[in-house]
């Protein structure tokens, strides 16, 4: 894909041209026929993880009625034939604004889930910020990426020596930012999870950062020199044990006489966040990386402030997708607030809510330098693979880019305030 000017109409003569053979796309065009059709296509245990949120869902409906909030006005006769999607972010120029989410346990939608997205990530030209949580190791994602750009995601855990391993192996694997999620110290009550007694990370999916990193090997090893507890033996006991088996490295009859696999699962529950993240955690991190730090999880101007004072080089407005705290604020809603609180030059992202690329378009003109997209790309997985990702990320891109054109918008420096009303 091209995601230089013109994408737009690139992208609606693909589609119409091929509808013309007769030919409909496997990835619908707006997000309600994505999220449907994703569904349709999903286990429970999946669409529970993947589309659920915290509580009462208050917080992921008010993601989107944040946005509805907000109207463009689009201006006319700009003379403009064509756009610049490129953005400027950390020191580096990107395509377009659009960045893919971590997402974690994406193999509930579809095995090798981090290497189909990293290859759609490397094939669009789209940053991709590989998950903590993810499904494949870092290493292996990079690799099938090229010289693509990738950040990696961080969750800061109660072993010091991980929390160096993991930096560590994010520089080697070329990663141009460390994201480090802030609002995830603990889990979040997700009543879809809670009511199938389902969390993917006790089955082994989700953790193979964890299982490929040769700290975490060190720390199991060492619990494997205790004396432990016999597991109750029930037909369920037994499920999860064959997934464990199945979902750690290497050969499943032999993770199955293996005492690893349970206990790796075991160690990652009891220390793969820190409950007691601080700043002052944070404050040691410029003497631990050289890459750009990127803080994910602000919503409130003091700690956006606190964030930058700190040395942060970016932070991401999210509320986790609503994942997190029930009845919490929209992170559009805390966007404007933030920008207004920091100024104008230190770079912020917006993540929660983005579904289209006006949605797009609306965060950017309210202070946003660029966007995270989660949920759709991750439907987008379930329906088509590594291509239903590349469509959804398409399909986001070329909306931007014509309502860029419609609106009378060149280029993203022009996308200001001034181009919404609030309704």
């Not at 893919?100 to 990293?118: N, Y």
């Not at 199938?196 to 964890?210: C, M, N, T």
């Not at 790309?377 to 070329?398: F, K, P, S, T, W």
């Amino acid at each position: 894909m091209s995601t230089t000017p013109g994408a737009g109409l690139s992208r609606l003569n693909a589609i119409y041209r091929a509808g013309v053979l007769g030919r409909r796309p496997r990835v619908p065009a707006d997000f309600g026929e994505l999220e449907r059709l994703a569904r349709r296509a999903s286990s429970a245990v999946a669409w529970a993880y993947v589309a659920g949120g915290a509580g009462e869902g208050r917080t992921m409906r008010r993601n989107r009625e944040a946005f509805e909030r907000w109207a463009i006005v689009p201006r006319m006769a700009s003379g403009a034939v064509e756009r610049d999607l490129s953005v400027e972010l950390l020191g580096q120029r990107h395509a377009t604004p659009l960045l893919l989410a971590p997402v974690g346990a994406g193999a509930l939608m579809g095995d090798d889930s981090d290497l189909h997205i990293a290859r759609a990530a490397a094939a669009t030209g789209t940053t991709y910020v590989l998950s903590n949580q993810g499904c494949n190791p870092m290493e292996d994602c990079a690799a099938a990426m090229g010289d693509a750009s990738r950040w990696f995601q961080l969750y800061w855990s109660k072993d010091e020596g991980l929390v160096d391993s993991l930096i560590g192996r994010a520089e080697a694997a070329g990663a141009g930012a460390l994201v480090v999620t802030l609002d995830t110290t603990v889990l979040g009550w997700r009543p879809q999870d809670l009511n199938l007694g389902s969390l993917p990370f006790s089955r082994g999916v989700g953790i193979a950062q964890y299982t490929s990193d040769p700290r975490f090997r060190q720390i199991v090893a060492e619990r494997l020199g205790r004396p432990a507890a016999r597991p109750q033996v029930t037909l369920g006991a037994l499920r999860t044990l064959l997934a464990m088996s199945r979902n750690h490295p290497g050969r499943f009859l032999a993770n199955l006489r293996s005492p690893v696999p349970r206990a790796s699962v075991e160690t990652f529950l009891d220390i793969y966040s820190n409950p007691g993240l601080s700043w002052d955690h944070l404050a040691t991190l410029r003497e631990r990386t050289r890459l750009p730090i990127v803080l994910k999880g602000i919503l409130h101007p003091d700690d956006a402030r606190r964030a930058f004072d700190l040395g942060a080089d970016a932070i991401v407005v999210s509320n986790h997708g609503g994942r997190q705290v029930d009845n919490a604020v929209a992170s559009l809603g805390a966007l404007a607030g933030i920008r207004e609180a920091v100024g104008p030059g230190p770079a912020l992202l917006l993540d929660s809510g983005i579904r289209s690329g006006a949605d797009v378009f609306t965060a950017l003109a309210l202070g946003a330098n660029a966007v995270l997209l989660g949920r759709p790309y991750m439907y987008g997985l379930a329906l088509d693979g590594q291509r239903g990702v590349e469509d959804v990320i398409r399909n986001v891109i070329a909306e931007l880019d014509l309502t860029m054109a419609l609106a009378g918008t060149p280029d993203i420096a022009s996308i200001t305030r001034d181009r919404l009303t609030h309704t």
